[in-house]
């Protein structure tokens, strides 16, 4: 903000916050690419592998934003914790059910 005012001031902000952009960019890039997909995948029930197999290509190819794959991330597995929780829930509905039917 120092140069705004002051000749070529406004060029040189410019310029500076194209090559800031770029970087990040490129951080984001890295990032997306880094990201752990084995583990992640490792800890998803079968079904939504698929999902993290697309997610993982998208990171792969550049095609998704650090934000963006943060937040699909969160999307599957609150989608997979979910599906574990009802299926926790349904065993112990089967279990209780079954020990007032048959006792122990």
Known sequence: SQLRGVRGGNKYI???NKSLEAIDKQLGAYTAQSFDFQTFKGMLPEQFR???DNLESLAYSGAISPKDLNKEIADISKAANDFQQKQQDFTI???RVA???FGN
């Open 14 to 16: 410019e310029e500076n």
């Open 50 to 52: 698929p999902m993290a």
């Open 93 to 95: 509905e089967a279990n």
């Open 99 to 101: 020990m007032a039917e």
